[in-house]
């Protein structure tokens, strides 16, 4: 059985087999975490995965995950004792200004540059809001790429910005059709595959000395600065999606609906 969208999910959630397939999403407003879990321990099959739609909402969640892709010296900040441990790191490492990201917010909204991390301790250490944050040294020099990738579709561009250190379209940012190369891509598709991702929008960073990290990866994103628009890009995920759920439910010998 084939169930697509929550709606139909909802109807016909207890009905829900070993090998059935759900293609959608599960918004955080229903439990994301609670519906993931059961659906794996029932041995359905979600499209997106269930960890690229966890991946997707945490930031903090990404840098456990896909830490070998980041920059070197990312780390997860939860509480106030993981700055204390981080300040000697980054001491120890000659890292000077640091950025940090918040956990769940977009658009570059939650980004935030200091000036040294004894700078950012002695402003948010004591601040429970402030955790689980994504900490990293700030990078004075580097290539922003953002890459589309849905099926056989793979789109990049530059993102810069002239008046801040926030390369986001939504902050500021403009943009330069980007030519991807091979070795660029392959962190990409590693990346996706680490994550379960069946189409992604990546965002990467390229050192001046070449060598590519991964910043953040979403299973959406605008595509203002693409050459595809989004009502195209859609239609592609959404072919991505169901040929998955074919080749899934061609294993299985349950009628689909």
């Known amino acids: 059985m084939i169930i697509r969208g929550f709606k139909d999910l909802q109807a016909n959630y207890h009905r829900l087999r070993t090998g059935d397939v759900y ?14 879990v059961d659906l794996l321990q029932r041995g ?28 070197p010296l990312t780390r997860v900040i939860r509480r106030r004792h993981d700055l204390i441990d981080a ?30 991390l004894e700078s950012l301790y002695n402003t948010e250490a004591y601040s429970a809001g402030a955790y689980p944050m994504v900490l990293q040294p700030f990078v004075e020099r580097a290539v922003d790429v953002r890459v589309i990738i849905a099926g056989a579709t793979v789109e990049a561009y530059r993102r810069f910005n002239p008046n801040g250190f926030r390369m986001n379209m939504a902050a500021g940012g403009k943009s330069v059709p980007f030519d991807l ?11 996706m595959a680490r ?10 960073l390229i050192l001046e000395e070449g060598t590519c990290h991964l910043s953040e990866i979403a299973l959406d994103g605008g595509t203002k600065g693409a050459r595809i628009d989004l009502k195209e890009l859609e239609r592609i995920k959404s072919e991505v999606l169901e040929q998955l759920a074919a080749e899934i439910a061609a294993t299985t010998t349950q009628p689909g609906i």
Request: glycine share 8%; aromatic share 8%.
């Open 23 to 36: 293609l959608g999403r599960i918004h955080s407003a229903f439990f994301r975490q609670a519906f993931l």
């Open 195 to 204: 994550g379960r991702f069946p189409y992604a929008h990546l965002d990467l």
């Open 87 to 116: 300040g000697g790191e980054y001491a120890a490492a000659n890292v000077g200004p640091v950025v940090t990201k918040a956990d769940r917010m977009h658009c570059g909204h939650g980004v935030r540059r200091w000036i040294d």
């Open 44 to 71: 359905i099959h979600c499209l997106p995965s269930p960890i690229s739609q966890v991946l997707n909402s945490s930031k903090a969640a990404q840098a456990v995950v896909l830490k070998d892709w980041m920059l």
């Open 181 to 191: 190369s091979a070795a660029e891509q392959e962190v990409c598709r590693r990346a």
